[in-house]
């Protein structure tokens, strides 16, 4: 402690003489606390609060139906997915996920005939270049339903839709959501009917 002291010019001894901090130097360090606070609270708020396209995504996503029922909820989505033509590849009722995907073709004539004509005019040119175009594409949906808490209790469903395209070459050449609103007014639409079947056992 003595040795600290020491290093500081500071003592436990009353002393005549005080080491007096400058009010400017006092007023400036409590200023940038003040502001670092400031900053950190802006930046958590920042981080927690939905960004305006994200919730219209996320609305858009989501339907909340009044039944308790969660896993009647998760058999009327798997039934719904399968009406309109997808498998279902993964189904976790303890997690109220469902994974599902079908496959579709994605040849353009269009595409196609430009992929030929650069084949054909690369061998011309002595570079001989397999033709490569889109051929097939999967489409992919995840369902996950949760209990909705507070005023309105019932059950959350969130489907998300992705399309991803392959090349002739067995590549990826396209990967992305699908953001339609139409897909998802038609997937909620069919779900709610099968809700309305499933609940009246019809």
Request: proline residues 3%; without cysteine.
């Given at each position: 402690m003595r040795s600290i002291n020491k290093r500081y010019g500071l003592s436990g001894k009353k002393s005549g003489r005080l080491f007096k901090v400058p009010a400017c130097v006092l007023m400036a360090v409590i200023g940038l606390a003040h502001l670092s606070a400031c900053v950190e609270s802006q930046v958590q708020s920042s981080h927690l609060r939905l960004m305006p396209a994200s919730l219209a995504k996320r609305q858009l996503q989501t339907r909340v139906f009044d039944t308790d029922d969660e896993e009647m909820v998760l058999a009327a989505?798997?039934?719904?997915?399968?009406d309109i033509g997808f498998l279902v590849d993964e189904s976790e009722v303890q997690?109220?996920?469902?994974v599902a995907s079908k496959e579709r073709s994605a040849i353009q004539p269009a595409q196609v005939t430009a992929a030929v004509?650069?084949?054909i005019l690369t061998a011309l040119a002595g570079s001989?270049?397999?033709?490569v175009y889109d051929e097939t594409q999967i489409?992919?949906?995840?369902?996950v339903v949760s209990p909705v808490e507070g005023e309105r209790s019932g059950t959350a469903v969130r489907v998300t839709f992705q399309r991803i395209v392959y090349d002739s070459k067995?590549?990826?050449?396209k990967s992305e959501p699908l953001g339609t609103p139409e897909i998802y007014q038609e997937f909620?639409?069919?779900l709610s009917k099968a809700l309305f079947l499933e609940a009246n056992e019809i």
């Open positions: 989505g798997a039934a719904t997915l399968q997690l109220g996920l469902i004509l650069v084949s001989a270049q397999y033709p489409m992919r949906v995840s369902l067995g590549g990826i050449s909620f639409a069919k």
